[in-house]
């Protein structure tokens, strides 16, 4: 089984800072980590491979920098990191960063194998679309599993996978064949402590590192700037509310104190008292 992680370096989103007079993003000093949800991902697949067998191929798109993250990876127990970088990817949205790592996946299938799981995080802290392991599904035509909360049976034999997958009614159960792209949710599990025997290897390991051409990009204007039609208009950090948190003080233990704050919600909104009776009377 070879599966193939996408990951992403990201700001630290905790130390991110806006400009007061320009309102951009102050990048300058802020240090990098891996999307905490592709580390999600990357356990996911990591517990796959030893149980299964197989290969673990992590893939970035990013900055020469980025090799960091890979090698971190790899200190979790990654067999292989490959990096794609290049001038022409700069400034990438959704849409033309999905064309790029699909176009690396091509290139890992004749290289090292075509990937029988493609594994993401559900979305990236510092874009928050999740539109690109959707994007990438598409463009290789491989099946794909989003918001999956658990993976509950592998079929290597038949070529099927059946997880869970997290939706606002509750849980789906769903089965579908290889390949497959599946994007994990949060909390799904606890990323392992890379050993010191993997972290030596890492730090002596060569990431694989690809440009434009080497994956067989030939129309460039589909890539970065020139292939990306979102434009981000405006970056603004939230008004701070001027209104201070009340405090609500009521005898008679939880039941006082729930009465109390019923009575302050009806206060400042008195139609949801009368809807709240309408919908009662009706059922």
């Known amino acids: 089984m070879h599966i193939v992680v996408c990951i992403k370096q990201v700001p630290d989103s905790a130390q991110i800072r806006v400009h007061p007079v320009y309102n951009t993003i102050m990048r300058q000093g802020v240090p990098t980590i891996i999307n905490p949800y592709d580390l999600f991902a990357l356990e996911e697949a990591l517990r796959l491979r030893d ?114 997958r997290r939706a606002e009614g509750g849980i789906q159960l769903l089965k579908t064949k290889f390949p497959v792209l599946i994007t994990m949710l949060e909390a799904t599990n606890e990323m392992r402590r890379g050993s010191i025997e993997n972290a030596l290897l890492a730090a002596r390991a060569e990431v694989v590192t690809w440009n434009a051409t080497d994956i067989g990009i030939e129309d460039l204007t589909k890539c970065g700037l020139r292939g990306s039609p979102t434009i981000v208009k405006k970056v603004f950090a939230p008004t701070a509310r001027s209104e201070k948190a009340q405090i609500i003080q009521a005898e008679g233990g939880p039941t006082g104190l729930a009465e109390a704050l019923i009575c302050e919600i009806f206060q400042r909104a008195p139609g949801v008292e009368s809807d709240l009776y309408e919908f009662a009377a009706s059922n």
Do not use: C, H, W
């Open 51 to 164: 149980r299964l067998g197989g290969e673990v191929t992590v893939l970035t798109m990013g900055p020469p920098t980025a090799a960091e993250s890979l090698r971190k990876t790899l200190t979790f127990g990654a067999d292989r990191a490959v990096l794609l970088t290049d001038r022409y990817f700069a400034g990438s949205d959704t849409l033309a960063t999905s064309f790029a790592l699909a176009s690396a996946l091509g290139k890992i299938a004749a290289d090292f194998g075509k990937p029988d799981i493609i594994f993401t995080g559900k979305q990236t802290i510092d874009g928050d679309t999740a539109q690109v392991g959707p994007g990438i599904a598409k463009r290789l035509a491989y099946n794909q599993l989003t918001y999956v909360s658990r993976i509950v049976e592998t079929d290597l034999d038949a070529g099927e996978i059946i997880v869970e």
